[in-house]
């Protein structure tokens, strides 16, 4: 069975870091792309890039650019969502989730990480 | 902004037929297939429909998708008080190498 599992939530301040992680299984991890999607309080779904672990290709939203990493570690079937820097307009649950091809759709979902930005 | 144009809201009451659609562009839904999401309140997206018309196992026959052009529907026949909640469409964007969601129906039944 598919899963992916999501770290917990997170409460931060303005300009601190933050790693989240999505740890998967019961597939092969290198051979799909992850997603990451961003979900506002009370809007829709954004997509903000994903990876492939086989290479670490990685691919961004211009409107994420620059603004978050995305990584792997393969040897623990995890794919993690970084920022160095968090803003309150950060605050929002972030769902991972597998992709069939890069041009496909997504299978499979994490239940999300819960971000709260806040002085 | 969704580059994807889906209607806010829709309703229908208990076993009646309801359609939600999802307008883009040659970019997108011109050229490439359209997936479609559930989201119960509260919970994480669910995949309902894939490649414009798949379903994946367990999702009821009740719920079907089309593609003609660069618009795409979703039909919810039947319709179930489980049923309500958020519906985004999704396609592969050329342009953007990316994905794009359409802004999300929120879906009542009455």
């Known amino acids: 069975e598919v899963q992916l599992v999501q770290s917990g939530a997170e409460m931060k301040k303005p300009g601190e870091s933050l790693k989240i992680s999505c740890t998967t299984s019961g597939y092969r991890f290198n051979s799909n792309w992850i997603g990451w999607v961003r979900q506002m309080p009370g809007k829709g779904l954004e997509w903000m890039g994903m990876?492939?672990?086989?290479?670490?290709?990685?691919r961004y939203s211009p409107s994420f650019h620059g603004q978050v990493n995305m990584s792997v570690d393969s040897s623990i079937s995890t794919a993690y969502l970084h920022w160095t820097s968090l803003k309150a307009s950060d605050t929002a649950v972030y769902f991972c989730?597998?992709?069939?091809?890069?041009?496909?759709?997504?299978?499979?979902w994490g239940r999300g990480t819960l971000v709260t930005v806040s002085s | 902004q969704s580059v994807l144009t889906q209607s806010p809201s829709a309703s229908g009451a208990p076993g009646q037929r309801v359609t939600i659609s999802c307008s883009g562009s040659t970019s997108n839904i011109g050229s490439n297939s359209v997936n479609w999401y559930q989201q119960l309140s509260g919970a994480a997206p669910k995949l309902l429909i894939y490649?414009?018309?798949q379903r994946p196992s367990g999702v009821p026959d009740r719920f079907s998708g089309s593609k003609s052009g660069t618009s795409a529907s979703l039909a919810i026949s039947g319709l179930q008080s489980e049923d309500e909640a958020d519906y985004y469409c999704?396609?592969?964007?050329?342009?953007?190498?990316?994905?794009?969601f359409g802004g999300g129906t929120k879906l009542t039944v009455l």
């Open positions: 990876i492939f672990p086989g290479d670490s290709d990685t």
């Open positions: 490649r414009n018309n």
């Open positions: 989730a597998r992709r069939v091809g890069e041009a496909g759709w997504f299978d499979h």
């Open positions: 999704a396609a592969w964007d050329d342009s953007l190498n990316g994905v794009l």
